[in-house]
Every structure is written in C-alpha cells, then in structure tokens.
C-alpha cells in the first residue's frame, strides 16, 4: 500500500512540545491534520503523527533535522518562569531562540509562530486592558521577563517577506489548564503548607487567566493567517480568555473545587511586597551556603496583588480571534483534571 505523502504546508514542528502549552498544542494539530516534529530536551509521551527529536534549542545541529521538510514552527521552549537562573535564561531564551531563527532560515521554514508572553511589559504596577502599543518593560521585574523582552524582539525582527520568512509572536497571560505544572500545584502546594490564609491587598485587583485551549487557538489562527500580505506580519498579539477575573476570586475558585478553604484575611500589598524582597535578597546572600526557595517571590506577590489585564481586540480583529472555552467552562475543567491535588487524597 503506497504512503500518503503530507503536503509540506500540512508539516510543522513545535519547539517545546513536550511541555504544558506545547503538548497541547501538538494534540490541537494532530486533530486538525498536520504532522508533527516535536523538539525538546526533555522527552514527551508517544503519539502517532508525532516524531520526537530530543535536544537542546541552542544546538543548531540538533535542531536541522527535526526542522526538515517542515514549512511552520512553533517556538513555546523556555526554562520555568519561577527559577532565577540568570545564566539559564540567557541562554535558552536569547541564544537558543536566536540558533532557532537561523536554523529555520537554513532548512527553508516560511513561518514562525513564538509564545512570547504578555509580562513583556509588565513592571509590577497596574496594567487595565493592556495594549500591544504599551512600550517593553523598561525595568523588567525578573531574568524571565528580560528575556522574553529580547526574544520577542529578535523574533519580529526576524520576519523578512522579501525572502519568505514570515514571524508573528503570541503573547499569552497567565496560562492554565490541565496538565499544568505551575499554577495549580503551587497553588494546592501553598494551601497544604496553610499558606493560602492571606489575600494580598484589597483582593479587588482583575487579572488575565487564560485557558491552554484558547492559547492553543491563537497559536493556530496566527500560523494559518500569517501570509506575506496579511496585518500580522511582525507583530505582537494578546491571547487572553477576554475575561478579567479578580485575581483572589480566580485563586479561591479553584481551591474551593479542590476542597481547600478560600484566603480570607488581608495583607497590605507594601507590607507582603517588602517582605518577599527582603527575602529574596537572603536567598541570594545565602546561595553559596543553602538553597532557599520562597514561596512568595516578589514577582508572584506582584502579580498576586496588581491588576494586570490585557486587550485582544487586535486579534480578534486581525485574526478573528474570539476564546473558545470561557473562564468558568475552563475553571470546571481544570479542577477535575487534578484529583490528585484534592484536599485528603
Ligand atoms: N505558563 C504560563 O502562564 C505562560 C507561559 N508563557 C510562555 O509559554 C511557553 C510555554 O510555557 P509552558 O508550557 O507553561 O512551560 P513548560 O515548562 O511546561 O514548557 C516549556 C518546554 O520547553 C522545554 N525546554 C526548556 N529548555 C529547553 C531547551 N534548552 N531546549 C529544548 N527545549 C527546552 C522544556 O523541556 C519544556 O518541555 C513559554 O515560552 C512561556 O514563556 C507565556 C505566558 C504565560
Ligand atoms: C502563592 C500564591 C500567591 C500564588 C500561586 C499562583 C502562582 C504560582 C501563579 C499566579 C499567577 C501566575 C502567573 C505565572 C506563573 C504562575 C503564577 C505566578 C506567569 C509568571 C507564568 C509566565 C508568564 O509569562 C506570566 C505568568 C503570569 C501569571
């Protein structure tokens, strides 16, 4: 029986497909008839239609073939946003994404789609309905944010319709969803150590959460709308669930479905804020001697007590963007899939 051949535009590759948005993303594509090359450097579950290429983004020997015959490649690789390994960071968000950039130039890759992030410009103070215009953190508030900022721009910069090379980057905010190994682990994490008693401010503050689907969607839409006479050539998008939520109504949303009890006392934001930066300071002092690891970095409390949300109008008008799980739709799905993290299991 003869193979079916896949045209090369039906190709792509996911740079980070073996993590929480890549994973997602790579079933996503799978349902909607592609085949995938998956590039990480941690190993990911077996599926048909997939082929698995282990190693790291900043080796461009590594990289080439599993960038082979592939027309469109996802960028969602990044080490976790909760380390504060400086050196980690630069390497893997800077030079890793600027081996990747030549790498797709070298193989004949027509787009790339990066998951950049909508902290770029995000400086620990209030963001309402957050623009793509706002202008890049001018004091980042961590390593990560410093280098998404890099990353983002080099990424844009990259897209040259004269020589077939189309760039876009997406720009999600606070990603959530089964299988994610961050916000809800720490969250359960923080509640069984009895330290989720405490609401940081006044609790009225509005932040994005976005469900992995509608990230997934995004990333989709861009990649088949990005053509050489198309708007979104070069330019950042905001990828959120278009439905800002108190950021402690979110929290407590979902450790009630998982059995814990609700924060009910306030804290000053200052107060906490202070706090978490004296502390990160002693970790730093302390490095040579012992690992500390809080659990309320500066950063985390930042995000815990500002508003920060952002406008998608400029996809959902550039690319007909519209969410297509909402946030209570999202919060049910999410909580289910954690049974493991209920109170008493
Ligand atoms: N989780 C969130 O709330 C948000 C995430 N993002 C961005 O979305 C992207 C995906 O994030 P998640 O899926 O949450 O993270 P994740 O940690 O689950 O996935 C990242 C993947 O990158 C891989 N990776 C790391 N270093 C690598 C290297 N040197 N070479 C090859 N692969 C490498 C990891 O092994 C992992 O599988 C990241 O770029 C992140 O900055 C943006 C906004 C919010
Ligand atoms: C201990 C509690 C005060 C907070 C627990 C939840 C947090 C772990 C998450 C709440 C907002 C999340 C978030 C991110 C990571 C996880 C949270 C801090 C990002 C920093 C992930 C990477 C990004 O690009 C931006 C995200 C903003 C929201």
């Known amino acids: 029986m003869a193979t079916r051949v896949r045209p090369r535009n039906k ?47 900043c080796d461009q020997q590594a990289l080439l073939p599993a960038l082979k015959d592939v027309s469109l490649v996802f960028h969602c690789a990044s080490p976790a946003p909760g380390s504060d390994n400086r050196e980690l960071f ?21 787009k ?30 961590d390593y990560y944010t410093e280098t998404k900022i890099e990353q983002e721009k080099m990424v844009l910069e990259a897209c040259d319709k004269e020589n077939g090379f189309l760039t876009v980057a997406i720009r999600p905010h606070g990603i959530f969803g089964p299988r994610d190994p961050q916000l809800v682990p720490i969250l359960v994490d923080t509640a069984r150590r009895g330290k989720m008693k405490f609401i940081i401010g006044d609790g009225t503050n509005l932040v994005d959460f976005t469900f992995v689907e509608n990230v997934v969607h995004g990333h989709i839409l861009a990649a088949e709308r990005l053509r050489p006479d198309s708007p979104i050539c070069g330019k950042p998008y905001h990828i959120t669930n278009d439905e800002p939520v108190r950021f402690w109504d979110f929290m407590s949303e979902v450790l009630v479905g998982l059995g814990y009890n609700a924060p009910r006392y306030h804290l000053p934001y200052a107060l906490v804020y202070g706090l978490a930066l004296l502390l990160w300071l002693l970790a730093l002092i302390l490095r040579p001697l012992v690992s500390l690891k809080p ?51």
């Open 112 to 141: 790339l789609v990066l998951t950049s992030s909508a902290s770029v410009v995000f400086e620990g103070s209030d963001i309402k309905n957050g623009r793509e215009d706002l202008p890049y953190a001018k004091k980042p508030i």
């Open 11 to 57: 190709r792509c590759a996911v740079i980070g497909g073996s993590g929480f948005l890549g994973a997602h993303l790579v079933e996503k594509l799978l349902d909607r008839g592609y085949s995938v090359s998956v590039f990480d450097i941690r190993e990911s579950r077996e599926l048909p239609g997939v082929t698995f290429y282990q190693g790291d983004l």
């Open 90 to 110: 630069e390497r893997v968000n800077i030079q890793g994404t600027r081996t990747l950039i030549q790498a797709c130039i070298e193989a004949g890759v027509e």
């Open 295 to 345: 659990t309320f970095t500066p950063m985390r409390v930042a995000l815990a007590g500002t508003h920060h949300y952002y406008s998608c109008e400029r996809a959902k008008q550039d690319m007909g963007y519209k969410p297509v799980v909402s946030l209570k739709e999202g919060i049910a799905r999410t909580v289910q899939s954690y049974p493991h993290l209920r109170q008493g299991s």
